[in-house]
């Protein structure tokens, strides 16, 4: 069983000039964890107002690029860098012509839109030929001449109704007169009000608008609109002909602003920084000698082992945990870290976790069919063909392996997509070989024999007995791992006693053999069996003063002997009620293959009632039965396999939880 990647800690003293260049070297490599965290520091350092300056000029262009419809960037480009001189100068320029811009466009549009609003209003009263004075002197009458917001006309039609008239003048219905009698000027003036009106003052002699004033308006409003549509027009080729320049100054100040903030954390005198952090071991001599490189030998390095860090040995700070595996382990390091990263040094449990979590998944959800849909979405996520789903690409190498356990799963009970048929003829030529009868593992009711008969009942037992015996392995391995690491640890106490210690595998263990000795070989229980038993039982109920005991510590009681022993008594209980839970936890396993299979018979037997996969009916029956199955009861497997993992393994030996290695790397700043 593989430990926890080794890890060393890093001293540099750099000096002023070279420390950006280290910086961003890091950040490159992305496999160096700084040991503090990185938050300003106090001071006037120079390269405060320095950080201030990149993040600056990022978010200009962030605002420049989205002015000009720039395609947001996903990450880096390739060769992306710390900012030089001429970035700088490139920028302001690309910033202040773009602001240039703008600034055209944003004047042609002010100046359109007051000419549209000057034409739209002239049309709107270019029918009023009668003088508004003359509308005016109507003593039964009231006039309201004004704007609205057009989308609101109809509701204000049907709020006035028959107490009067609402009508829209010109085109746009943004402009109204509405009328009403003398009586129903308040009940009008209350509608209104409601509706947004805006009163337009009109002179009294007004009595519409010249033609030759609303040639020239629309003259007017062409001019506008044609300048405004050559500005952008000039906007969009500048976008053309500067996108590559934009993407790249975003992705070199992006890493200029992060450089910088990094070196306004550290400390530092006026000449030298100090940097100090966590890196694998594995990658630590090739780094050191290519930043000596880097540098040209200006630059002092210091290695430390964490047992040399007074800090570590005395438990005041965690040394980074990294996982180290290849692309189909590493896939299940996410299942780890999700409910505790490992102590550093400890045993890494993930290479078991891939191997129970498939094992456990493929016996539970046991279809050929089924499992090579499973095969073909890893495989579609693996070669990242499945965009929509990006985020789970680096699960495809899981959905692999749950696929082919599935599918020799569903060799060994005859199912394909439910049908139960289909590799009959296969399966009955491959299993005459070995002189077996196939179905080798009849799960599903129906068949050539009754579900129920005796030879079905003695696989089904066996079936669930090998649940059982899975169940004991794993927790068995747990333990292993718990005793191990308190051993390496030099936690004695730990590692000999308690329900997760020597003395309760011990117990767990032995009441498993004399159990299989009872039932196998029908020797009775033993008095020396009742000997060892009660003895490993005291190294579990009294865990905590042997414990003490052995570590120096006193009293032995620590808060006495009756208290002690009251503790004693609970923890026995807790001890065989868990114990025998853990081991019955996973006939949930064989309950799970038996629903698989009595839910694939349901669907094969829907199908078959409508005409069977030669009918339109049946064929919608199967596929929509299968979808179910596959969406639904893949969940729920899964989610059953991950609480075994979690309850009966991981409880065994996730006492203490480490820190995760989180190394300090380039990300691009939208």
Not at 150 to 162: E, N, S, T
Not at 311 to 333: D, I, W, Y
Not at 339 to 354: C, E, F, N, R
Not at 584 to 601: D, Q, T, Y
């Amino acid at each position: 069983m593989a430990r926890t990647a080794i890890m060393q800690l890093i001293e540099l003293l750099i000096m002023k000039d070279d420390v950006s260049r280290i910086i961003a070297y890091l950040g490159r490599k992305g496999n160096f964890e700084f040991q503090n965290e990185l938050t300003p520091r106090s001071g006037s350092d120079s390269s405060r107002a320095e950080s201030n300056r990149a993040r600056e000029i990022f978010d200009k262009l962030q605002f420049t690029r989205s002015y000009l419809n720039i395609p947001e960037l996903e990450g880096f480009l390739p060769g992306a860098d710390l900012p030089s001189e001429k970035d700088c100068l490139d920028a302001d320029k690309l910033l202040a012509v773009t602001e240039a811009i703008r600034q055209r466009e944003l004047d042609a549009e002010q100046a359109h839109k007051q000419v549209q609003d000057a034409y739209t209003e002239a049309m709107a009263f270019s029918n009023l030929k009668v003088p508004y004075s003359e509308l005016d002197k109507f003593s039964f009458l009231s006039v309201r001449v004004g704007k609205i917001d057009a989308k609101r006309l109809p509701d204000l039609q049907f709020a006035v109704g028959d107490r009067g008239v609402v009508i829209p003048l010109g085109d746009d219905n943004s402009r109204i007169m509405a009328v009403s009698s003398k009586k129903g000027r308040l009940s009008l003036d209350t509608e209104l009000k409601k509706a947004g009106f805006a009163a337009i003052e009109i002179s009294k002699d007004f009595k519409g608008i010249p033609d030759d004033m609303l040639d020239n308006l629309k003259q007017k409003r062409e001019e506008t609109a044609k300048n405004l549509d050559n500005i952008l027009r000039e906007r969009k080729n500048f976008t053309e002909t500067h996108t590559e320049i934009f993407k790249r100054l975003l992705s070199n100040f992006s890493i200029g602003a992060q450089v910088l903030a990094v070196r306004q954390s550290l400390e530092s005198t006026r000449l030298v920084y100090r940097i100090m952090g966590w890196i694998p071991a594995a990658d630590s001599s090739a780094m050191m000698k290519e930043i000596d490189d880097l540098v040209e030998g200006r630059i002092a390095i210091r290695i430390y082992d964490p047992s040399e860090i007074p800090a570590v040995t005395e438990g005041r700070e965690q040394v980074p945990v990294q996982l180290s595996h290849g692309k189909f382990v590493g896939s299940f390091e996410r299942m780890i870290l999700s409910y505790g990263t490992p102590l550093y040094g400890s045993i890494d449990p993930t290479s078991l976790v891939a191997v129970f979590f498939t094992l456990l998944f493929g016996i539970m959800f046991g279809d050929a069919g089924q499992g090579l849909v499973f095969v073909l979405i890893g495989i579609l996520l693996t070669k990242g063909l499945l965009k929509q789903f990006e985020s789970w690409f680096k699960f495809g190498p899981i959905f692999i392996a749950i696929g082919c356990s599935s599918t020799v799963m569903g060799l060994l009970n005859g199912e394909f997509f439910a049908n139960h048929h289909i590799l009959e003829p296969l399966g009955s030529a491959v299993a005459g070989l070995f002189g077996a009868k196939y179905p080798i593992l009849h799960l599903a009711p129906g068949g050539h024999d009754s579900w129920l008969g005796a030879d079905s009942i003695h696989k089904l037992f066996y079936f669930f007995l090998f649940t059982i015996i899975i169940g004991f392995v794993i927790n068995s391995i747990g333990l292993a791992i718990n005793i191990i690491n308190q051993f390496r640890r030099k936690k004695f106490g730990k590692a000999l006693f308690g329900k997760a210690g020597l003395s309760g595998a011990l117990f767990f263990w032995y009441l498993v053999i004399l159990a299989a000795r009872v039932v196998v070989f029908k020797i009775p229980i033993q008095v020396f069996d009742w000997v060892i038993i009660a003895a490993t039982l005291v190294g579990v109920c009294f865990a905590e003063p042997f414990e003490r005991l052995i570590e120096g510590h006193r009293p032995v009681f620590q808060e006495g002997i009756v208290i002690g022993i009251i503790h004693s008594v609970v923890e026995l209980l807790e001890v065989v009620s868990s114990y025998l839970s853990n081991s019955v936890s996973f006939l949930r396993v064989g309950a799970f293959a038996v629903a698989h299979a009595v839910l694939g018979f349901i669907i094969f037997t829907m199908s078959e009632k409508i005409g069977g996969g030669a009918s339109i009916g049946g064929l919608v029956v199967t596929i929509v039965g299968n979808g179910i199955v596959i969406v639904l009861e893949g969940m729920i497997v899964a989610i059953q396999v991950l609480r075994l993992q979690y309850y009966e393994f991981f409880s065994k030996f996730f006492t203490e939880t480490g820190k995760e290695f989180s190394p300090f790397k380039f990300r691009y700043n939208k």
